[in-house]
């Protein structure tokens, strides 16, 4: 959380810095049309280098505002449904709003003991970490794959499009046991 307000507050530290800058250039911009600048832009004509400068900075400032308010805007609103996904040597781990449960590999090595089901056509916010080493969440089928890094947390919003069990693996070298760390995802109907 703390990393957020960080974030947020370089993000509005960057804002206030570009504002007076703006307001700066665009203050000399006006002394100098009406002729009262101490410096003189000599050029043929003032009207169009002013429209030329105060047009792109309207299409940047929107620009900015939009991707800061998508920046900082909440996207958790996009779903109700939580999950963590924890990687850890050499297995995953899965919490739920009303539990967790670990998935180990079987001894095929292709299949684990307790898949990840997620409910067809419902709107997911995964979130993943890891526990240990770096790993990455990898299911090419389902267009997924989120890096697992310790002590950050990686958003994924990930609405299921067809059933099926999809199996993935662990897509970063992350020690020994690296190869035997599939992943399955069953997608059931509602």
Not at 64 to 92: A, M, P, R, S
Not at 99 to 125: A, C, I, M
Request: glycine share 8%.
């Amino acid at each position: 959380m703390n990393l957020s307000l960080l974030y947020y507050d370089i993000i509005c530290y960057t804002l206030a810095v570009s504002s007076f800058l703006l307001c700066f250039v665009y203050f000399m911009l006006l002394l100098d049309l009406l002729g009262k600048g101490m410096v003189k832009i000599s050029s043929e004509n003032q009207n169009i280098e002013f429209v030329w400068t105060v047009i792109p900075t309207f299409v940047v400032l929107i620009l900015c505002g939009l991707n800061t308010k998508f920046i900082i805007g909440d996207l958790g609103c996009l779903t109700n449904e939580t999950v963590k996904i924890i990687g850890h040597q050499w297995y995953w781990s899965y919490e739920f709003n009303d539990g967790q449960y670990n998935s180990y590999v079987t001894k095929n090595g292709f299949s684990v003991d307790k898949p990840l089901r997620l409910e067809y056509g419902t709107p997911y916010s995964l979130i993943v970490t890891s526990a240990d080493v770096i790993h990455s969440f990898s299911v090419p089928a389902l267009n997924l794959k989120m890096d697992a890094i310790p002590g950050r947390l990686n958003y994924l919003f990930f609405c299921p499009s067809q059933h099926g069990s999809f199996i993935g693996y662990c897509a970063e070298l992350c020690g020994v046991n690296h190869s035997i760390m599939p992943i399955v995802i069953e997608v059931v109907g509602c």
